[in-house]
């Protein structure tokens, strides 16, 4: 297994050890010790599915606030995906930050996503299958979510912005200068 590290802070690019023949592959997506002895321990709770149909959808950018936040582990197991992240830790020397990764059923890489970071994606095939593992549950009284579309942040988005698919919940996130409940940076958020 490798992991990669990227610029902003806590953010790894997990890459398992495929093996592949004339019939197809194999990989451990996820093995605790493995993962532990990476230095990447977290208490994973839940698997989480999503599909999306057509190129272009695009789903995000969300998070949880401190008290329900979630680390992520994310892999697309059909199609590709553009995954994005944006640090929203107050105080984080990242702070209003973006990274974007290939996420795909043929290069196998894994997105660690820790706490206090906004996360979306977007489609550039059809019938993309996400999934990811989170270590805590979903609270709807801590969904938070910032617009895909931020100036400030200015995420460059490799599909054609006016013509993405999303949902209505998530045509209503405000800036992140808009959000009123950034996280704070404090030594039990990383």
């Not at 019939?23 to 709770?45: C, L, M, P, V």
């Not at 460059?156 to 992140?176: A, F, G, M, R, Y």
């Amino acid at each position: 297994m490798k992991v990669i590290e990227t610029k902003l802070q806590d953010v790894k690019i997990i890459e398992t050890d495929v093996y592949g023949d004339h019939r197809g592959f194999f990989t451990e997506s996820y093995t605790k010790e493995k993962f532990i002895e990476a230095g990447i321990d977290f208490d994973f709770i839940q698997d989480n599915h999503s599909l999306s149909m057509e190129p272009g959808v695009l789903r995000g950018m969300h998070f949880q606030t401190p008290e329900k936040a979630q680390t992520k582990l994310i892999r697309a197991t059909t199609g590709v995906i553009y995954d994005v992240i944006v640090d929203i830790r107050k105080g984080s020397p990242t702070y209003g930050e973006w990274e974007g990764y290939i996420l795909s059923e043929f290069n196998h890489r894994q997105l660690l996503v820790p706490k206090g970071f906004a996360h979306g994606f977007t489609t550039l095939t059809p019938n993309c299958n996400v999934q990811y593992k989170v270590d805590e549950v979903y609270s709807a009284e801590n969904d938070g979510g910032i617009a895909f579309n931020d100036p400030e942040i200015g995420i460059n988005w490799p599909v054609q912005i006016d013509k993405v698919i999303l949902s209505e919940k998530d045509k209503q996130h405000p800036t992140l200068a808009e959000f009123n409940n950034p996280f704070v940076w404090e030594a039990g958020i990383k």
